[in-house]
């Protein structure tokens, strides 16, 4: 492709990739191009997710309004947990079990590499599990 002077089509108006609703809330998935996803996350208090973790991906959250705990489970099975509140900033690696459990009703704006279902894996069903820490 030849931009010696510069870019000449105007790129599309997109619409957001994914609107889903889960039994925690719903996630809006608004775009997901060049290996990075970001998505808005809307919880209802006093629920949780599943505890999951990732081989590759790497997800990074902004706690855009709301109080969320954070469970981990780190190290041989230890369970701990981080409280994140309005305007905090976490980072999930690769391996590091995690499941988010809304204190109020809260909204996560994730930034991620790109979404594969295939690489979350479950751990701890949220509909079911009782988080205690060590």
């Not at 000449?8 to 060049?34: C, H, Q």
């Not at 590091?96 to 009703?105: F, I, T, V, Y």
């Amino acid at each position: 492709m030849d931009n010696k002077y510069g870019i000449t089509n105007i790129p599309p108006v997109a619409k957001v990739v994914k609107n889903e609703s889960k039994y925690w809330g719903d996630m809006v998935t608004l775009f997901d191009r060049l290996d990075v996803s970001v998505k808005l996350i809307h919880m209802n208090a006093n629920t949780q997710s599943s505890m999951e973790y990732h081989v590759h991906k790497r997800e990074s959250y902004y706690i855009q309004s709301g109080a969320l705990r954070l469970g981990l489970r780190v190290g041989r099975g230890s369970n701990t947990s981080v409280i994140l509140r309005q305007g905090d900033v976490y980072h999930i690696e690769p391996g590091l079990m995690h499941m988010r459990m809304a204190l109020e009703d809260t909204v996560i704006i994730e930034l991620s590499t790109t979404d594969d279902d295939s690489d979350s894996h479950i751990v701890e069903d949220g509909k079911t599990y009782k988080f205690v820490e060590n």
